[in-house]
């Protein structure tokens, strides 16, 4: 219990700090997100509104590079939404640590984020990865809404965002989102397949169409009877 | 565009609360657990290529491949992800410059 007392104060400031780091450097990734988003006709507040109310890069970025791409709205809204369902699996798993009801609940649901899931589940003591969770989902929600309007601002300012090459920012910005998740040899098959199938449909269904098609390959291989879970 | 905004920002929104109100045992089944971690991995690879290497219906390899081989390099290199996305803009602009 004493040792606990002397440790606590410590942990409080490390976790803070390594939440406030998070969220520093999300906010310059929102820059980019602001800037994408503007060069694919959103407008600034548009590109804010998504931020406030998304507030899940994957699904923003998404959303903004169909739509941008010249695919259908819908077709970005379901990118969107589907690339959003692994955050629902990190809420089933926040939801016994964090305990949060109510007005608490809907508060917690929206802080539910890459960053936020992983740095709760990286504390073994669940006080920790409480304050983890809230202080982390805080942080990356001010520096990201910060980033998005300085970014869209900014980018609004250049009259041919294109001429800056900001539309190759967007596939830059989705291969740095999927690296880290490359490292196993059936999600990089998936990858593979995935992009294949996205590459082949393309001349042969609308804009933004075969980006869904390519989830088909998830679906399939997620289905897969002999897939060994891990 | 804002119905597109909301919508999504509603459905993304739906989700996450959905997931923090459901029973932990819904996570038990493993085929749950593997699309959920492969559904990512295969929109964002298909995202990377179609934003890449699609115009319109056309397949096309342009200034924004120069992009992406550089955004590739960056990320082996484990620069910061502001780094990455400047470096393949950056790479994009030069191709545009010259050619």
Redesign the interface.
Known sequence: MSAERDTWPAVRTAVVRDAVGIGVATGAYALSFGAIAQTAGFSVVEACVLSLAMFTGASQFALVGVVGAGGAASAGVATAVLLGTRNALYGVRLAPLVRAHGLRRLGAAHLVIDESAAMATAREDPRAGRLGFWATGLAVFIFWNAGTLIGAAGASAIADPRSLGLDAAAPAAFLALVAPRLLHRETAVVAALAALAALASTPFVAAGVPVLLAALVAVAAGLRPEARSR | ?????????????A????????P?R??AD?????????????????????????T????TVD??S???V???A??LARV???V???????????V??VS
């Open positions: 565009m804002w119905a597109a905004v909301l919508i999504a920002s509603g459905g993304c929104y989700l996450k609360l959905a997931g923090m109100s459901v932990e819904v996570l493993a085929r749950v657990r593997r699309i959920g971690a492969l559904l990512p991995v295969a929109l964002l690879s298909a995202l990377v290529v179609t934003q890449t290497f699609a319109g219906h056309d397949l200034a924004r120069a992009g992406l550089v955004a590739a960056a990320v910061p992800f502001l990455v996305v400047t470096a393949a803009s950056a790479a994009a602009a030069l545009r410059a």
